[in-house]
């Protein structure tokens, strides 16, 4: 059988997110919020068009998709985000109490596992979806700021 | 010497915010930023009033310091809040890079040190300024919110 709304459809529409951002000179990553194979919102990393380290695409996500529902919990919804969330956003998916968080890329760095944060107990999370491209990007990304520097 | 300015002056406009949030209904957690002595943010919780998980005092704090600042960065900063970070706040703290955090309560379920969050490298931590104030209130809003329930 043939399953159109799957992991990586969404994962693709968090892609595009996170192309939108490399175009604005952003790191590129993307997220979306599903809720019953439905998108209730979309977002991209901000953090230097708005001066600001909190404008992770997840929180802005967060913040929609709850704005979207009436209500601060995501329970139900699925998070799509194309690199591991870090420590700040996995706290706010964990005060969101959202059902799953399916990510592209690993960040070795500075992702939540590394840095020591937790999702809530509640929340299933999956890696791996689409990393090839979601990684391919980034790197993209960096060689082309260091080129420029 | 008699210092106008020192951790308890700033911690209690802290308090007055957080005093604000308990009128408000909101879990009464209150901060502010401080750069050469002068405030530059002022924020309370506020996750209620915009059915927003990330709407934590911190968080407001942060975006509003950067903005003042016109960068994303809090080199310099002290930010003075009157409950100790979660990991979402430490997150967003630590990418800020702020020079020092002053809290007052610990927070022993939720706070960043139990969840596993870090703070910059660079940044100072100091605990328990006005924690005795800052604890009275948490419990008087608990107290009344379980009385109205």
Redesign the interface.
Known sequence: MLIPFDDNYFMKKALQEAETAFEKGEIPVGAVIVIDNKIIARAHNL??TL????AHAE?QA??AA??FL????LRGCTLYITLEP???????L???QISNVVYAAKDEQRGYKK????LHPKTIIKGGVMEEEASMLLKKFFIQKRNLN
Not at 70 to 73: C, F, S, V
Not at 115 to 118: L, S
């Open positions: 953090t230097q001066n600001d380290v909190t929180m967060i913040t709850a704005n009436g209500g601060k919990y870090c420590q700040m956003c996995a706290g706010a964990y005060w969101s840095m020591g944060g937790k």
